[in-house]
């Protein structure tokens, strides 16, 4: 079983970056992901990475974000430039031993271990 923990949020301006964390027990057979709940919202999908380093990212946040794994330290990280307002959210970590076609990688459904969460807020 898989155990997430994250972190790194907090309160930036608009045009800021943060840096998130997530500390996992052991490497998932398949893929990790960033999803975000902004609040009254579906939570969404925002970046992935399979375990062979192949990532995968929302139009949303392409060229802002940047998903990578330290697989030394069994941390994932999200790297997060030029924040905007409407990326205000709780951002989760999540990871699944099971083998996703595209369509699915940014169903929450289809992951089987999530982190707490962790709130990013961006104030202009």
């Known amino acids: 079983r898989v155990q997430l923990s994250d972190s790194g949020g907090g309160s930036v301006q608009v045009g800021g970056s943060l840096r998130l964390s997530c500390m996992y027990s052991t490497e998932p057979y398949s893929r990790m992901a960033w999803f975000r709940q902004p609040s009254g919202k579906e939570r969404e999908g925002v970046a992935t990475?399979?375990?062979?380093?192949?990532?995968y990212y929302a139009d949303s946040v392409k060229g802002r974000f940047t998903i990578s794994q330290d697989k030394a330290k069994n941390t994932l990280y999200l790297e997060m430039l030029d924040l905007k307002s409407e990326d205000t959210a709780i951002y989760y970590c999540?990871?699944?031993?099971?083998?996703?076609?595209?369509?699915?990688?940014?169903?929450?459904?289809?992951?089987?271990?999530w982190g707490q969460g962790t709130q990013v807020t961006v104030s202009s």
């Open positions: 990475i399979y375990r062979t380093g192949a990532t």
């Open positions: 999540a990871a699944t031993d099971v083998l996703l076609p595209t369509a699915h990688f940014f169903r929450p459904a289809k992951y089987d271990y």
